[in-house]
């Protein structure tokens, strides 16, 4: 079964759309680990299963636009996607995720926390203050079970001498 050019055009240019969208997701996740900082192998476990992800979607992608067959030009037109995405217009996407992050920081997330902080600061003094008043009843405690003990190997001295 042949398939016309222009089918294939189409898949092409679906699969260069592919590319530019794994691009923004790919930017997507390189400005949270920018922002919220990441470890070297967390990093590198994020960049394999974002790899399998997009791998997968490829794969999938071309099974409904292309009767599941996989052809050399899905794969050159996601990278031909990713490649235009990475030199054109990464730097701007990223800059402009980073500073969408910021912006939920400082506008949305502080306030919310110093909200919680005043709302819940009564039952934190609260926890302080049961905490201290513990902590000094154990000491107080553990000082009379020690005098306890002591009496206890007393009455077992004098139990043997009886």
Known sequence: MTVSSSV?????????????????????????????????????????????????ALIILCYFFDEGRIRYYHILGACFGVLFYALFLSGAVLKG????????????????????????????LFFKKTASIIKRSYKKLKKILRGVKIKKKRIKKIMKML
């Not at 919220?36 to 990093?43: D, E, H, L, M, V």
């Not at 949305?108 to 902080?117: D, F, N």
């Open 97 to 124: 995720f980073c500073f969408i992050h910021m912006f939920f920081i400082k506008a949305v997330l502080s306030p919310l926390l110093k909200l919680i902080r005043f709302i819940f600061s009564p039952f934190i």
């Open 8 to 56: 294939q055009l189409d898949v092409f240019f679906v699969c260069i759309v592919f590319g530019i969208a794994s691009g923004v997701i790919f930017d997507l996740e390189r400005s949270i680990r920018k922002i919220y900082g990441g470890k070297n192998i967390a990093t590198i476990a994020e960049d394999v299963v974002f790899a399998v992800v997009c791998i997968t």
